[in-house]
Structure formats: structure tokens, C-alpha cells
């Protein structure tokens, strides 16, 4: 017997988050850039996912260095397992690997992977209308997230066993799902091979088992890069409420400025339609505050790498989840990227 895993493959962000016109006080309006790697583009694939042995099933791509696993693994040995096999495709391209974090992205992956289990479907929405970087956020992350996803899009409500063994051949059909796409549908491929990226996070759920059905797993990776610390923010607050944004930032990053962008308030969305939804669009900032020597609402301060201000959350008195960005440029590079993102309900 066969289930057959289909996925709709996009890294988070169907869109580029962009950053409003920065004026510079007495000079020619200059544009922020986008931040490249908060877009992605949607694609399709599937694979077959059978037991080891089945007649039929595609033989997946040989781990390389990474010997294959002889057993079945518990979800912890699979997020280890996953994890090589992202490094071992890194190092492919010469670039340095990333570690497991078992924090805020793996809960936040964790989350989403169940959650796609359940109702049998694929996105980057949740099911209670959550997104990539709120789900990372309510599990207590602060820096910017970059979500792959992978699962069935029957439809059909499942259980998750939460003791349930993983195949090894399973991930690497997933990792290999990610890791050959070819642009310019290639948005996986990129954020695995973002340079940057310095962690991961790895949710595994599996269904139960039954008579008349395999259990397949669904998986979600999380990755972030780690440009430095923040101060908390409230989980929500009232409409026109002013809240601190600061941060220390690291690992070359330049504060320059810090956005508001808002999206309606989140709300359970049906199945069907969370299959329809295939790349997420990262919301672009309503109002940009910059540091001193620009045109902006409110001046942010910035000393090296600190960077504080007291904004307003209010988007013309409307509620909603609104998100909280802080830009920053890297090293020598002078394009606006977004370092960290949160969110927070306004009401």
C-alpha cells in the first residue's frame, strides 16, 4: 500500500517584505531595499512514501557521508537525522553548517508539522490562521524565520502518534525534495543554502498507523541566523498603545530602523483553502522608523550596535496581528535586510 506525499514547496515568503522610502534629511529620497531572502517562490512536487521494500518506491538519493540510519528513529533521532543531511547538502556548496536549535524554532516547526498532520494539508498558514513568524514568536523566538514545509494534501483528519517511529528513507525523500529543486522554482533549495543561516529548527509528526493506511510524517524547518538580542514585547496590547523596540545587535549587523506592518487578526481557515494558499507573503512594513540623518515619524536611536525606540502600534485605529521588524545592514554590504521580526495582537 502507498500514500502519496504532495507537497507545495516554498520557502516563507511568496513576496519580498520591503521596506518604505527612506528619506535622508537634505538629500534625494533614497529606497531601502528589499529583503531578498524573505521571498520565495511556490512550486509542486510529490513523492511516494512506502514501506522499505515495497515494490514501486522510488529509491531516494544516497545520503553521501551521512551513513543511513538501519532502524526506525524516534523524532529526535530524525530531527538529528535531518539535520546531517542538511549539513552534508551545505558543505556540498561550501558552506559552513548550521545547528539544531531545540528552542523556539524546532516548538515552532513541532507545532506546525502536527498541525499539518491532523488535517491533511500543506502551507504555511496554520490552521488557526497562524503564520511562520508568529508561530516562532508565541514560542518565545525573537529573530527573523525562514520556513520550509512539507506534507500530504488529502484533506483527511488524522491522529499524530506521538510515539510513532519515522522511516529514515522518509527524510531523506524530504530533504531531497527541498534540496533539488531548480530555479526558478527553487525557494527550499535557497534558504537551505542561505550563507547566514547559522540555525535550525526540525518539527517531525507522523500519523498513527492503521489497518488501511500507512503513517507518513510531515516536516517543517525552521531556520534563522542569529543577528543578536532583544528585548521582550507584550504577547497584545490596545490599539494606539506605545510599545519599547530595542536590541543589541551581533555577527556584523548594522541597526539602522525598525517596521510596523499589520495583517487582519488570525482566524481558523478550512482545510481546503490552506491547500490553496501555497506561498506566504512576508507583510510589508506600513511605517518605517529610521535612525538620525533621515526623514521619519520618529527618530530610533542607535549607538554601534544598539538600536531603541518607543513606536505606536496603530495602522489608521484598525486592530490586528501587527509585526515588529528591526533592519540592519550586514558587514559591508549596504542593502536593508530584516533581522528580526515578532508579532503581537493589537486589539
Known amino acids: 500500500m502507498k500514500v502519496v506525499l504532495v507537497g507545495a514547496l516554498g520557502a516563507c515568503g511568496g513576496e519580498a517584505a520591503t521596506a518604505p522610502l527612506a528619506v535622508s534629511?537634505?538629500?534625494?529620497?533614497?529606497?531601502?531595499?528589499?529583503?531578498?531572502?524573505?521571498?520565495?517562490?511556490?512550486?509542486t512536487g510529490s513523492v511516494t512514501a512506502s514501506r522499505p521494500g515495497d515494490a514501486g518506491a522510488p529509491a531516494p538519493k544516497a545520503a553521501g557521508t551521512v551513513p543511513r540510519p538501519q532502524r526506525r528513529l524516534t523524532v529526535p533521532e530524525a530531527r538529528r537525522y535531518m539535520l546531517a543531511l542538511i549539513n552534508r547538502d551545505r558543505a556540498s556548496q561550501g558552506l559552513v553548517p548550521v545547528e539544531l536549535d531545540e528552542g523556539a524554532p524546532t516548538l515552532a516547526g513541532q507545532r506546525h508539522a502536527e498541525?499539518?498532520?491532523?488535517?491533511?494539508?500543506?502551507?504555511?498558514?496554520?490552521?488557526?490562521?497562524?503564520?511562520?513568524?508568529q508561530r516562532h514568536t508565541e514560542a518565545g523566538g525573537a529573530d527573523m524565520v525562514l520556513e520550509n514545509a512539507l506534507c500530504f494534501t488529502d484533506e483527511a483528519k488524522r491522529v499524530v502518534d506521538p510515539k510513532g517511529l519515522i522511516d529514515p528513507e522518509q527524510v531523506e525523500r524530504a530533504e531531497a525534495m527541498f534540496f533539488d529543486e531548480v530555479p526558478p522554482n527553487d525557494g527550499h533549495r535557497?534558504?537551505?543554502?542561505?550563507?547566514?543561516?547559522?540555525?535550525?529548527?526540525?518539527?517531525?509528526?507522523?500519523?498513527?498507523?492503521?489497518?488501511?493506511?500507512?503513517?507518513?510524517?510531515?516536516f517543517a524547518q525552521e531556520f534563522v541566523d542569529g543577528y543578536g538580542s532583544?528585548?521582550?514585547?507584550?504577547?497584545?496590547?490596545?490599539?494606539?498603545?506605545?510599545?519599547?523596540?530595542?536590541?543589541?545587535?551581533?555577527n556584523g549587523a548594522r541597526p539602522t530602523g525598525v517596521g510596523i506592518a499589520r495583517v487582519v487578526t488570525p482566524k481558523p481557515i478550512p482545510t481546503r483553502e490552506l491547500n490553496r494558499r501555497r506561498s506566504y507573503p512576508v507583510p510589508k512594513p506600513f511605517q518605517m522608523y529610521w535612525g538620525p540623518g533621515f526623514v521619519t515619524p520618529i527618530v530610533a536611536k542607535i549607538e554601534g550596535p544598539k538600536i531603541a525606540i518607543d513606536v505606536p502600534l496603530s495602522d489608521k485605529g484598525q486592530p490586528g496581528l501587527y509585526e515588529v521588524s528591526i533592519w540592519a545592514k550586514i558587514g559591508a554590504s549596504e542593502e536593508q535586510t530584516m533581522v528580526s521580526l515578532?508579532?503581537?495582537l493589537v486589539e
Open 25 to 43: 534629511a537634505g538629500s534625494s529620497p533614497r529606497q531601502a531595499p528589499t529583503s531578498r531572502e524573505a521571498a520565495s517562490a511556490a512550486s
Open 115 to 133: 498541525d499539518m498532520v491532523r488535517l491533511g494539508f500543506l502551507g504555511h498558514w496554520g490552521s488557526d490562521g497562524s503564520v511562520p513568524e
Open 190 to 218: 535557497r534558504n537551505i543554502l542561505k550563507p547566514t543561516h547559522t540555525r535550525v529548527g526540525i518539527g517531525i509528526a507522523q500519523s498513527t498507523e492503521t489497518a488501511k493506511e500507512l503513517a507518513v510524517p510531515c
Open 230 to 250: 532583544y528585548t521582550p514585547l507584550p504577547a497584545k496590547v490596545k490599539v494606539g498603545a506605545t510599545i519599547h523596540v530595542e536590541g543589541t545587535l551581533s
Open 342 to 344: 515578532r508579532t503581537l
